[in-house]
């Protein structure tokens, strides 16, 4: 995949969305991290060369299925497990080393591992967690970076209540959670039935 629009001219003002010094963690959002163009085709070359799969988590103890489609890209060997599904690293693809570099000058992280959801349309979401299960470093940055429709993202404290922060994730937008932030609060992606457009995530995470 082309790597044209990743120089490090690119990047523009970081905006701090959420700065919780008590708790020792923070969010950033970068609107324009990839230029749109770059944004476009790799989402086109990504839902193509991707092995994505539908999820089956396991929903109040019992396996569901949904629309959501993922798979995980990174370092030979890792795996991600989380609610009930496995993702075994894909090899990263051609042009990530670029990105990974350029995500840990912005990070100080050397992520290791991505997972890639893809959300066919808006009446697919993600529901209410937390990125803390055992197969990653505790407290490293998360990075997600979004292709496609814009989609809301929202935070909350703790495990339940109302959001207390919602950020449309443009498309080529860069995001980035930090700290402690996994401990003490919880993130989603809300069904938006107007929306009619595919969206592609990934998040880059550093693997244990
Ligand atoms: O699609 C997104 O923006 C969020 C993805 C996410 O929360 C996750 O992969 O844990």
């Known amino acids: 995949m082309t790597t044209q629009g990743l120089l490090p001219g690119m990047a523009p003002e970081v905006e701090v969305l959420l ?7 923070r969010v950033t959002y970068e609107r324009g991290f990839l230029a749109p163009s770059l944004a476009e085709r ?18 109040f103890g019992r396996p569901t299925p949904v ?11 890792l795996r991600y497990r989380y609610s009930g599904v496995e993702r075994v690293a894909h090899p990263w ?30 009446e697919v979401g993600l529901g209410w967690h937390a990125d803390d299960e055992h197969d990653l ?8 970076i979004s292709f496609g429709a814009t ?10 209540g109302s959001a207390c922060m919602t950020v449309p994730l ?24 107007r929306c009619q457009e595919p969206r592609l995530n990934l998040t880059f995470r550093v693997m244990r």
């Open 19 to 25: 700065d919780d010094r008590a708790r020792g963690c």
């Open 42 to 59: 790799w989402m086109v070359d990504l839902a193509r060369e991707l092995p994505l799969a539908c999820e089956v988590p396991v929903m």
């Open 67 to 77: 629309r959501r489609m993922s798979c995980g890209i990174g370092d030979r060997g």
């Open 93 to 122: 693809p051609a042009g990530f080393a670029a990105l990974l570099d350029r995500l840990e000058a912005r990070t100080g992280a050397r992520f290791s591992f991505a997972l890639c959801n893809l959300y066919p349309d808006g």
């Open 137 to 144: 470093v505790r407290d490293a940055p998360i990075a997600s």
């Open 151 to 160: 989609r809301d993202f929202k935070l909350r404290e703790g495990r339940s």
């Open 170 to 193: 443009e498309s080529g937008s860069l995001l980035v959670m930090e700290g402690t932030l996994q401990r003490h609060y919880q993130h989603c992606v809300p069904p938006r039935l």
